[in-house]
């Protein structure tokens, strides 16, 4: 399965799954179902609920 790419609509961060997010302990490949419900953009603090897959 090929890994996507989540963008935050308020700040434009980008969650990749294919390199995860190590600094708030999340590892490369990492689907986006599975980093924590609780787990805010490190860019603008807001939720997963703000993020959108990329679409290329």
Same mark, same amino acid.
């Given at each position: 399965?090929?890994?996507?790419?989540?963008?935050? %609509? %308020? /700040?434009?961060?980008?969650?990749?799954? $294919? @390199?995860?997010?190590?600094? @708030?302990?999340?590892?490369?490949?990492?689907?986006? $179902?599975?980093?924590?419900?609780?787990?805010? /953009?490190?860019? /603008? *603090?807001?939720? *997963? @609920?703000?993020?959108? %897959? %990329?679409?290329?």
């Amino acid at each position: 399965m090929e890994s996507q790419s989540y963008i935050c %609509v %308020v /700040c434009g961060f980008v969650y990749n799954e $294919e @390199d995860g997010y190590p600094q @708030d302990g999340i590892a490369p490949h990492t689907a986006w $179902e599975d980093v924590p419900n609780g787990w805010i /953009c490190p860019e /603008c *603090k807001v939720g *997963k @609920d703000q993020f959108e %897959v %990329v679409a290329i």
